[in-house]
């Protein structure tokens, strides 16, 4: 008391004289307790603001850790999309190609353990390919991120809103990027499917309050994630709200105070806007729960006021209260250790911390089983030379000896050794660790990124670059690469073929000296107005140029701007330039011969138009003058049929317009057209369509038109020469008709009456002379009825008169019969005449009748030309092709090579002695050969002089008409 109250109660004393020693006391321990009352309301709002400031710093530390975690995890779902992008931007979306890519897909899913699914979206928005089986009646056309991948060029990463997906049933939220081919062209869109459950597992084991919040927002402001969950706030915008409207929009990162929107509590909300994606992560401690512990050491403060009188127990609460501070400090800083292993044994990239002495490993992130393939169990302990490439050993024991020496951070890129056998890229960011003085602790702290992807995607594009150069090398074209600066940074080889000079002489410059001098400012401007953007994404335009020869060449030139796709600004100008000039060579003759064509059009006789094709005279020639009356001037406006005569201009409209639907390509139509003095003139007008050379479309339909006036003529002449030789044809049969009734009844009178005198039927004739005379008319009529018989039906087969009644004929029977009735005529003539028949002789076609008469009549021929003591052989049987035949072969005169064609002529006979001696009119052969070939058979003679005849008569099968 002397020692620390006695200065302070002298002083008072001083002061207040009146005093007693014990209000003095009571005075001094007053102010006492108050002042520590003062001092302990003091220390307790300043521990208020401390507990604020200590979640807020613990939100942020939070708000980091998982926005790092976030990022990662989305920038492995990404590698996969990109590798998607790449593989089709190379191989396309053609359907040869679905199979292979759902295998690629399926693998990409099964070592991305973040992805749900992987699907690739054709242009149309259906579903082209998974690394899962399609579902049905999936279509994502109308989806916002397929609608943004298909309308802007862009190929970035975009994130749907959350939806409840039908293949989980649960909430997930859509990864894409655009697909293009190789020339930009939008093929469709590479979506990863995640489950909004994995976020929630990246933050399930943080130990926060009941009424603490973590939340992933879109930057647009629309929720993706939220715990604890709520339904109706997943896909909920608030943009609106403070968050976005007042602090996201300013600063990237930050905290501070509001009412939540979604349920009005009060938190202390620190967030974190994700710099390579469109995410914003937010950490929210609720007020309540931050000030809780607060709230319980100022109600203790204020109970103990009351007992402030007895000092002793009041500062003995002071301690315990301290104590318990230090306490929950204490657990406060085991909690946040643990939030910091939590966040590292589930980070996307491997975490290790290792002795900087022996390099053994300490520690091991569980990611370590996705990078390496093994567990951390298997990695603890081990020494990173084990898993080490040997020939990178070196570069990396060189960065560990550096950072034993002082150096505080390095980086390396290596390979490493998984349970498979197979090499993984691997990026280590290694940095020591230092106490709170600077000191080394002897450890070192290493992330571990698995980039095997970049690797491979970096060798491939190396790879492609080295195509592109091979294709540029052997390109036919010559190439040019061009910076903004005009200056040549690349010349194909093929410059020395076309312009003659060696690429070597062009890199590097920028003049245009082997431009033609007339088209070099065409050239420059044109250069300028691409890398200005002015003209199109494509530029094609031709200009001349100089050969080193001094000649004049034509060149086509197709320009495109490459630009950085995020400053739009042009990096180099690529030119392919070809040698066109046979090409504009010919297109000059071209135009001379059109010139010469149309020289011809302008002075030929015969009338050339050329219409569009709904009709429109384009072109008339002046032949029109010339045969219509109509001038070229007169006809230019009007259409194709408006001088075309009323009832033929329908034919003519129709064929016209199926012409210029392209249905037909050339028509010949005939009508009359008014001439321009009133009268008709018939004309004969061929069209032909005239097609597009490239995509075959109708252009227009040009037509000849020729004066078909006196052919028309001469064809009513022919008509009614017609008319009259069918009226004189219908004489002739009439005549042939009443002719065969007036000849055929007398002679059959006279011949039945002679034989009635020669057989003396109604008693003797008396004089023996009188029956020879009787025998003489008889014989001299049967042979003038075969005459007329022959005449009048060969006249019937001219005039189309003969009808046949066809059947199937037994042939051997009709020879036997035909050789039995010629029999006496070969006896009385001394002929051996003899008929076989063959076995299974099939059937025959044709009339019996008709049949029958062809047969006498060869019979007859071969008796008439066969002299006394020859032979006749008749065999029925089959051809060489296996139809039946009739042969009628004999012994003789026989018929010459040169006369085979005059025999079978009609009334044609060989003049020699042996014809003269016999009878006959020359009809026999003709009129068989007639008849054989309306039965649908054929004659064939086989004759010599001196050797004999041989007539063979071939049928058709009855098997083979009924066939047909």
């Known amino acids: 008391m002397n020692l620390a109250l006695g200065p302070a109660f002298d002083r008072i004393r001083r002061h207040c004289p009146n005093l007693t020693v014990q209000a003095t006391a009571g005075v001094l321990v007053a102010a006492v307790v108050l002042l520590l009352v003062g001092l302990d309301l003091w220390n307790t709002w300043t521990a208020r603001a401390l507990r604020l400031e200590v979640s807020r710093v613990q939100a942020q530390n939070l708000a980091d850790s998982l926005a790092q975690q976030v990022s990662r995890s989305i920038d492995l779902i990404d590698v996969s999309l990109r590798e998607v992008q790449d593989r089709v931007a190379i191989d396309g979306l053609e359907p040869a190609q679905v199979p292979a890519l759902n295998d690629f897909l399926g693998a990409l899913a099964r070592i991305t353990p973040q992805l749900r699914d992987l699907v690739?979206?054709?242009?149309?928005?259906?579903?082209?390919?998974?690394?899962?089986?399609?579902?049905?009646?999936?279509?994502?056309?109308?989806?916002?991120?397929?609608?943004?991948?298909?309308?802007?060029?862009?190929?970035?990463?975009?994130?749907?809103?959350?939806?409840?997906?039908?293949?989980?049933?649960?909430?997930?939220?859509?990864?894409?990027?655009?697909?293009?081919?190789?020339?930009?062209?939008?093929?469709?869109?590479?979506?990863?499917?995640?489950?909004?459950?994995?976020?929630?597992?990246?933050?399930?084991?943080?130990?926060?309050?009941?009424?603490?919040?973590?939340?992933?927002?879109?930057?647009?402001?629309?929720?993706?994630?939220?715990?604890?969950?709520?339904?109706?706030?997943?896909?909920?915008?608030?943009?609106?709200?403070?968050?976005?409207?007042?602090?996201?929009?300013?600063?990237?990162?930050?905290?501070?105070?509001?009412?939540?929107?979604?349920?009005?509590?009060?938190?202390?909300?620190?967030?974190?806007?994700?710099?390579?994606?469109?995410?914003?992560?937010?950490?929210?401690?609720?007020?309540?729960?931050?000030?809780?512990?607060?709230?319980?050491?100022?109600?203790?403060?204020?109970?103990?006021?009351?007992?402030?009188?007895?000092?002793?127990?009041?500062?003995?609460?002071?301690i315990a209260v301290l104590w318990a501070r230090q306490r929950e400090a204490e657990r406060e800083t085991a909690k946040a250790v643990a939030d910091y292993r939590l966040l590292a044994d589930n980070a996307g990239d491997m975490i290790v911390v290792n002795d900087l002495a022996t390099l053994d490993r300490r520690y091991i992130s569980p990611a370590s089983l996705a990078i390496y393939g093994r567990s951390p169990a298997e990695l603890i302990g081990t020494n990173p030379r084990e898993f080490v490439h040997p020939d990178d050993w070196p570069a990396v024991e060189a960065i560990w000896n550096g950072l034993r020496s002082g150096d505080k951070q390095a980086m390396s890129c290596h390979r490493s050794l998984r349970p498979d056998g197979q090499w993984a890229w691997v990026e280590v960011k290694s940095q020591v660790v230092q106490d709170a003085t600077g000191r080394p602790t002897g450890e070192v702290v290493s992330v571990v990124r698995d980039v095997s992807a970049r690797i491979a995607a970096e060798r491939a594009m190396r790879e492609s670059e080295l195509r592109f150069r091979a294709i540029a090398e052997n390109a036919t074209d010559i190439i040019l690469r061009i910076g903004p600066d005009g200056m040549r940074r690349?010349?194909?080889?093929?410059?020395?073929?076309?312009?003659?000079?060696?690429?070597?002489?062009?890199?590097?410059?920028?003049?245009?000296?082997?431009?033609?001098?007339?088209?070099?400012?065409?050239?420059?401007?044109?250069?300028?107005?691409?890398?200005?953007?002015?003209?199109?994404?494509?530029?094609?335009?031709?200009?001349?140029?100089?050969?080193?020869?001094?000649?004049?060449?034509?060149?086509?030139?197709?320009?495109?701007?490459?630009?950085?796709?995020?400053?739009?600004?042009?990096?180099?100008?690529?030119?392919?330039?070809?040698?066109?000039?046979?090409?504009?060579?010919?297109?000059?003759?071209?135009?001379?011969?059109?010139?010469?064509?149309?020289?011809?059009?302008?002075?030929?006789?015969?009338?050339?138009?050329?219409?569009?094709?709904?009709?429109?005279?384009?072109?008339?020639?002046?032949?029109?003058?010339?045969?219509?009356?109509?001038?070229?001037?007169?006809?230019?406006?009007?259409?194709?049929?408006?001088?075309?005569?009323?009832?033929?201009?329908?034919?003519?409209?129709?064929?016209?317009?199926?012409?210029?639907?392209?249905?037909?390509?050339?028509?010949?139509?005939?009508?009359?057209?008014?001439?321009?003095?009133?009268?008709?003139?018939?004309?004969?007008?061929?069209?032909?369509?005239?097609?597009?050379?490239?995509?075959?479309?109708?252009?227009?339909?040009?037509?000849?038109?020729?004066?078909?006036?006196?052919?028309?003529?001469?064809?009513?002449?022919?008509?009614?020469?017609?008319?009259?030789?069918?009226?004189?044809?219908?004489?002739?049969?009439?005549?042939?008709?009443?002719?065969?009734?007036?000849?055929?009844?007398?002679?059959?009178?006279?011949?039945?009456?002679?034989?009635?005198?020669?057989?003396?039927?109604?008693?003797?004739?008396?004089?023996?002379?009188?029956?020879?005379?009787?025998?003489?008319?008889?014989?001299?009529?049967?042979?003038?009825l075969g005459i007329i018989n022959d005449i009048l039906d060969f006249a019937k087969l001219e005039a189309g008169a003969l009808v046949l009644h066809q059947e199937p004929v037994v042939l051997g029977a009709l020879v036997a019969t035909s050789c039995r009735l010629m029999a006496g005529k070969a006896e009385q003539k001394g002929i051996d005449l003899t008929f076989s028949v063959a076995d299974e002789m099939p059937q025959a076609l044709g009339d019996p009748v008709r049949t029958k008469q062809v047969l006498l009549n060869l019979l007859s021929n071969a008796i008439k030309f066969t002299p006394a003591g020859g032979k006749i052989r008749v065999a029925a049987g089959s051809a060489a092709d296996g139809s039946p035949a009739i042969s009628v072969a004999d012994t003789g005169i026989g018929i010459a090579a040169e006369d085979l064609i005059k025999v079978v002529e009609p009334f044609g006979q060989v003049d020699n002695a042996r014809n003269r001696e016999g009878d006959g009119t020359g009809l026999g052969l003709p009129l068989s050969r007639r008849l054989m070939e309306m039965q649908g058979g054929a004659l064939e003679i086989a004759s010599g002089l001196g050797v004999g005849t041989t007539v063979t008569a071939r049928f058709l099968k009855v098997e083979a008409e009924l066939v047909g």
């Open 120 to 318: 690739v979206l054709d242009q149309t928005g259906e579903w082209l390919a998974g690394s899962i089986p399609r579902p049905s009646n999936i279509i994502a056309r109308e989806r916002d991120f397929f609608l943004d991948h298909r309308d802007q060029t862009g190929r970035g990463i975009a994130i749907s809103a959350p939806y409840l997906s039908r293949i989980s049933e649960r909430f997930s939220i859509a990864i894409s990027r655009r697909l293009e081919d190789a020339q930009g062209r939008f093929l469709g869109v590479v979506l990863a499917g995640v489950d909004v459950s994995y976020f929630e597992s990246l933050y399930n084991g943080l130990s926060l309050g009941k009424r603490d919040t973590i939340v992933l927002f879109r930057d647009d402001g629309l929720v993706l994630a939220r715990k604890p969950v709520v339904a109706l706030a997943l896909g909920r915008n608030v943009a609106d709200g403070p968050l976005f409207r007042d602090h996201v929009a300013k600063a990237p990162w930050g905290s501070f105070t509001a009412d939540s929107m979604i349920d009005g509590v009060r938190r202390i909300q620190t967030y974190r806007r994700l710099s390579e994606l469109p995410l914003v992560v937010l950490i929210a401690v609720a007020e309540d729960g931050a000030l809780a512990g607060w709230r319980r050491e100022t109600t203790a403060h204020l109970g103990g006021i009351g007992l402030l009188t007895i000092v002793v127990a009041l500062l003995a609460w002071r």
């Open 490 to 784: 690349y010349v194909s080889p093929a410059a020395r073929e076309i312009l003659g000079i060696a690429p070597a002489d062009m890199v590097g410059g920028n003049e245009l000296r082997r431009v033609h001098p007339d088209d070099r400012a065409l050239v420059a401007d044109r250069f300028r107005r691409m890398i200005e953007g002015e003209g199109p994404e494509i530029g094609t335009y031709s200009f001349r140029a100089l050969h080193s020869d001094g000649r004049t060449i034509w060149l086509e030139a197709r320009d495109r701007v490459l630009r950085d796709e995020i400053t739009g600004r042009p990096i180099e100008l690529i030119s392919m330039l070809r040698d066109m000039t046979e090409r504009v060579h010919s297109e000059d003759e071209l135009r001379e011969s059109e010139g010469r064509y149309r020289l011809l059009a302008e002075n030929a006789t015969d009338m050339i138009i050329r219409t569009s094709l709904d009709g429109r005279r384009l072109y008339t020639s002046p032949a029109y003058r010339d045969i219509l009356g109509y001038s070229p001037e007169e006809l230019r406006i009007g259409e194709a049929g408006d001088i075309i005569c009323p009832e033929d201009r329908p034919a003519f409209t129709e064929v016209f317009s199926e012409l210029a639907a392209g249905r037909r390509d050339a028509v010949a139509v005939e009508y009359r057209v008014r001439h321009r003095d009133g009268h008709l003139v018939w004309v004969e007008t061929r069209l032909k369509l005239v097609r597009d050379a490239k995509t075959g479309a109708p252009v227009e339909v040009v037509g000849v038109v020729r004066d078909n006036s006196r052919q028309k003529a001469n064809e009513e002449k022919l008509r009614a020469a017609h008319a009259e030789a069918e009226r004189s044809n219908r004489m002739r049969s009439a005549f042939f008709s009443n002719m065969s009734h007036e000849l055929r009844t007398p002679l059959n009178a006279v011949i039945g009456f002679a034989d009635l005198m020669r057989q003396e039927t109604l008693g003797p004739l008396g004089l023996p002379k009188y029956r020879e005379y009787a025998e003489d008319i008889h014989t001299s009529g049967e042979h003038l």
